[in-house]
């Protein structure tokens, strides 16, 4: 399973998580967050509840989390067309020859 990581090293490496080894008081033996030392497994239980009884925020939260998330992908992407032009390229060729998901363009009607 996990390796230990002590807390205080986990954030020397700017990691969000460390392990202990040792059950938290729910008896989860998992990693935890380095900000507020809990275990993600009641982090995932307590956040399970609040979107339960707050389900309005819920949505919000999670309709910003995929805005933010979809712009650091973007980034991503962007970057590693930066660093392989070439496989991009190669991507986008393929993309364009084999193209199986557009039917719609193939059996025009302007003919
Ligand atoms: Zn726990």
Known sequence: M???IIRKIARKQGLTR???????KWG????????DGQCVE???????????ANPEKARER????????SEKAKER???D????P???MEWARNGRTADPGRPHHTTGNNQ
């Open 86 to 88: 070439e496989k991009w």
């Open 42 to 52: 009641c982090a995932w239980e307590w956040g399970r509840k609040w979107a339960a």
């Open 18 to 24: 460390y392990f202990t080894g040792k059950p938290c």
């Open 77 to 79: 992407v962007r970057k």
């Open 2 to 4: 996990s390796q230990i």
């Open 62 to 69: 999670n309709r910003k989390r995929y805005v933010a998330n």
């Open 81 to 84: 067309r930066m660093a392989n």
């Open 28 to 35: 989860h033996v998992v990693d935890r967050y380095v900000s």
